[in-house]
């Protein structure tokens, strides 16, 4: 079984500051996918960012990139230049592809960003 | 942009009742999920749902619980006989899985309270 795990429960910047969210995760897979979402205060989970385990490069989508260390099974998330809507609980997820059928995230606990004005 | 809906947006049931949760996935979508958060926990996989029939489930998803597609937009998760510790905020997802590892989107969620 997988597992998903990220070691801080909340951090606290400064607007305009860049921020490095951690993840580590523990599988026997070589090939599966990694997300990070965030759920602000109104609840709902929206996408980040998405990493495919066998591309090297690191996913990018404009403020937001990540630093994937395949060996190391490290999938840390950075938000540059931050801002007051970035608040919110940010999960990393794990999914194992499932050939023919839905594959379910195994999530990490989350942690709780604050953007300070 | 086209989102999951999911209601009631709360919930509040009696122990021993049986509580059904609606979601309307996006359209073009062929892969359900439902989720659940217990409240300062982790978000747990419950069960995924695909071409009618159930296609992963947690052990969490016991005899308790069942998921049912009753028409072409609507799915659904029935828990029978809600124990206390079904409280919990409980997530819709749905996925078009056009090539692997495609992303979930998530409805608001339904926060139950069982008393």
């Known amino acids: 079984a997988q597992t998903v795990t990220q070691s801080q429960p909340e951090m606290s910047v400064q607007e305009a500051e860049t921020v490095t969210l951690s993840c580590t995760y523990d599988t026997s897979e070589s090939n599966y996918y990694l997300f990070w979402y965030k759920q602000p205060p109104s609840r709902q989970m929206i996408l980040v960012i998405r990493q495919e385990a066998y591309k090297q490069q690191n996913a990018t989508e404009n403020r937001f990139s990540v630093n994937f260390q395949k060996a190391a099974k490290s999938f840390s998330l950075k938000i540059s230049d931050s801002q007051l809507g970035d608040t919110a609980m940010y999960f990393c997820?794990?999914?194992?592809?499932?050939?023919?059928?839905?594959?379910?995230?195994?999530f990490g606990k989350g942690t709780h960003l604050i953007i300070q004005p | 942009e086209p989102e999951v809906t999911q209601t009631p947006s709360h919930q509040v049931t009696q122990m021993g009742q049986e509580v059904i949760l609606r979601c309307v996935p996006i359209s073009n979508h062929l892969y359900f999920y439902w989720y659940r958060q217990i409240l300062g926990q982790k978000v747990e996989f419950l069960v995924s749902f695909y071409n009618n029939e159930i296609s992963e489930k947690s052990e969490i998803f016991d005899d308790q619980f069942s998921v049912e597609r009753p028409d072409g937009s609507n799915f659904t998760l029935k828990i029978r006989s809600t124990k206390l510790e079904d409280s919990a905020m409980y997530f819709c997802?749905?996925?078009?899985?056009?090539?692997?590892?495609?992303?979930?989107?998530f409805g608001d969620g339904t926060r139950l309270s069982i008393l």
């Open positions: 997802a749905s996925s078009e899985k056009v090539s692997p590892g495609q992303p979930q989107h």
């Open positions: 997820a794990f999914m194992k592809p499932k050939r023919g059928g839905a594959d379910g995230l195994t």
